[in-house]
């Protein structure tokens, strides 16, 4: 037993040594992993915009007034379509104010916080995955920006048909930062009262309310595809009103929430149950409000609905609970 024990006390200094290496080396190991991460890594997007003052300044006011610093400079993954000073200023201009400090009012607030959740993806999305149609995820109000290409590709990208990205794929801690040249209007509008107030689907809008079709279209967690025809569309078929419309389609002359209206049926046709940008579209035949029918969707040279083509310039719309596109002629349908 004794000699047993001087053996023991023999190592104790050894395996003192090995635990002291042991706590060393574990703290060397956490130091010079948080320094390399700090250094190699570079800046968070709040760091990054604060230091860029000269180009992102106004929008970091922005984010400071609207205490949303904080979790920019914590780690997550965000993209951030970040507004130039410019842009911030037109902003400032167009709501009757000169700077971030004009606006005082608890509305006020309200407003800016949702303009600060409609710049910002939960994602990490560089533009080499940007498509002509909706990111692949939602912003932090739950809406899909949408992106666009003119002449030049990449090198001509617009976010919601209005702003230029002049800064691309800025590679940060904690995301990716897009420089843009105008301030994005956050979506407020449902399908229905985008259709109703656009100015351009007049008819359409009626023949919506007039089915009964309206009410639905304006839940915000009813998601649907819209293919819509302007009235300058139905006019190429000399339709200029929508008692112009009843008569062409309704064979009962009562189409609210009537199945067996030809003209309910010939509305509920244009609304599919889902959200899909023109590059979600596909060869297939998708749900629609009817119940009872199938709409078809074929992409050849032009995108179309039964035989209607697509007018790809005023679509991919944006709303609350789904997106509107247009159609360049009235839709060919035959009830049954």
């Given at each position: ?8 006390k ?19 190991d ?26 992102f300044?106004?929008?970091y ?8 610093v ?36 608890a ?6 916080k949702?303009i ?24 932090l109000?739950g ?6 290409f ?7 990208i617009?976010v ?12 940060l801690?904690?995301?990716i ?15 229905a ?10 008819i359409?809008?009626?023949a ?27 006019a ?5 009103s ?24 010939w509305?509920?046709?244009?609304c599919?149950?889902?959200?899909l ?25 032009d ?27 009235a ?6």
């Amino acid at each position: 037993m004794k000699t047993n024990i001087l053996k023991m006390k023999k190592y104790i200094p050894i395996l003192l040594i090995f635990g002291i290496v042991a706590v060393l080396s574990t703290n060397c190991d956490k130091n010079i992993n948080e320094e390399y991460f700090r250094t190699n890594k570079g800046l968070l997007i709040g760091e990054y915009l604060k230091a860029h003052s000269d180009t992102f300044g106004e929008f970091y006011k922005l984010l400071e007034k609207t205490k949303s610093v904080s979790f920019l400079n914590a780690y997550g993954i965000y993209t951030c379509f970040a507004p130039s000073n410019n842009a911030m200023k037109e902003f400032y201009q167009s709501k009757g104010k000169t700077s971030i400090d004009d606006f005082s009012t608890a509305d006020d607030l309200d407003y800016l916080k949702q303009i600060v959740r409609y710049h910002l993806v939960g994602d990490t999305i560089a533009t080499s995955m940007f498509t002509n149609g909706g990111l692949r995820d939602t912003t932090l109000s739950g809406d899909y920006l949408i992106t666009s290409f003119d002449t030049g590709g990449l090198k001509t990208i617009k976010v919601n048909g209005i702003a230029n990205v002049f800064l691309k794929d800025v590679n940060l801690v904690n995301g990716i930062v897009h420089g843009i040249d105008k301030v994005l209007n956050p979506v407020t509008l449902s399908v229905a009262k985008f259709i109703e107030t656009d100015g351009k689907y007049n008819i359409f809008s009626e023949a919506l309310k007039n089915t009964g079709l309206y009410d639905s279209l304006n839940i915000r967690s009813f998601r649907v595809t819209v293919f819509a025809e302007t009235d300058s569309v139905f006019a190429l078929d000399s339709i200029f009103s929508y008692s112009d419309l009843l008569k062409k389609y309704s064979q009962t002359g009562e189409p609210y929430l009537n199945p067996k209206d030809s003209l309910y049926l010939w509305i509920a046709y244009h609304c599919i149950h889902q959200t899909l940008f023109l590059t979600d579209l596909a060869n297939v035949t998708y749900n629609n409000m009817t119940n009872s029918m199938l709409s078809t969707v074929t992409k050849k040279a032009d995108i179309l609905l039964n035989e209607s083509p697509v007018n790809v310039q005023l679509s991919n719309n944006p709303t609350k609970n789904g997106v509107v596109h247009t159609l360049k002629k009235a839709l060919t349908f035959v009830a049954v």
